[in-house]
């Protein structure tokens, strides 16, 4: 059973543009909610992460925006570059099971110039 | 050598074969772990290691047998493989006692099984 369903599988945004993700989970212990950015040839690396009793944080041009009663997060990344194609796995983990990361299944994006 | 680094870094074997695949953190991390990454899967967590003691095991077949000789090294003993298990093989670590959970993965090691 997949804990944390993620989309769209793939995404293509223009330069400049916003590009959107978005995350669910089911399970209402889960306290920790990055985001991993995987290049080819690379293993993922932590990209922004937050915890329930925010609903934003921004790291320059990406945010996370989290929605506690609809149990959904999302990853914003403004003003999209090409450099930014890569893709992105949330992520979720509950601090009373350790520190096991429950993943999405990820999302390719795309960044035309 | 920094992070974590992983060799070798593409492993060709057949069914029969027995291999090893190595992980090494030079973060000063105590925890590390085993995951495997297919296409179109979440990334599965497959072994836990806390200060060298394994703590989980999620239902791995036994053809993958991992080993932890200290905090900073961590092997992966492959034997009787299946074409199935061909995936990337990520290895990460962590500091267990720090409640951010930021895993640092290493680059994987691409394993075909033919």
């Known amino acids: 059973q997949q804990q944390v369903k993620q989309s769209p599988q793939s995404l293509i945004v223009q330069k400049g543009g916003i590009s959107i993700i978005n995350c669910a989970y089911e399970?209402?212990?889960?306290?920790?909610f990055p985001w991993y950015q995987q290049f080819p040839g690379k293993g993922p690396a932590l990209l922004i992460a937050?915890?329930?009793?925010?609903s934003e944080k921004k790291e320059g041009r990406f945010t996370i925006s989290f929605n506690k009663s609809a149990k959904q997060f999302s990853l914003h990344i403004m003003d999209s570059q090409p450099g930014d194609s890569a893709t992105y796995f949330c992520?979720?983990?509950?601090?009373?099971?350790?520190?096991?990361?429950?993943f999405g299944k990820g999302t390719s994006l795309l960044v035309t110039p | 050598e920094t992070g974590v680094t992983q060799t070798p870094r593409h492993l060709v074997m057949g069914m029969t074969n027995k291999k090893s695949l190595k992980c090494e953190q030079h973060?000063?991390?105590?925890?590390m772990y085993w995951y495997k990454q297919s296409a179109k899967k979440p990334l599965e967590l497959m072994f836990v290691y806390n200060f060298k003691e394994q703590t989980e095991n999620n239902s791995v077949p036994s053809r993958f047998s991992p080993e932890c000789p200290n905090s900073s090294h961590l092997f992966l003993h492959l034997h009787t493989l299946q074409p199935e298990d061909s995936a990337l093989y990520l290895c990460?670590?962590?500091?267990?006692?720090?409640?951010?959970?930021?895993?640092?993965f290493g680059p994987g090691t691409r394993l075909t099984v033919t």
């Open positions: 990460a670590s962590s500091f267990r006692d720090i409640p951010t959970y930021e895993q640092y």
């Open positions: 937050i915890r329930p009793d925010v």
């Open positions: 992520a979720a983990s509950d601090s009373n099971s350790g520190y096991a990361l429950n």
């Open positions: 399970n209402t212990a889960f306290d920790y």
């Open positions: 973060l000063g991390h105590n925890a």
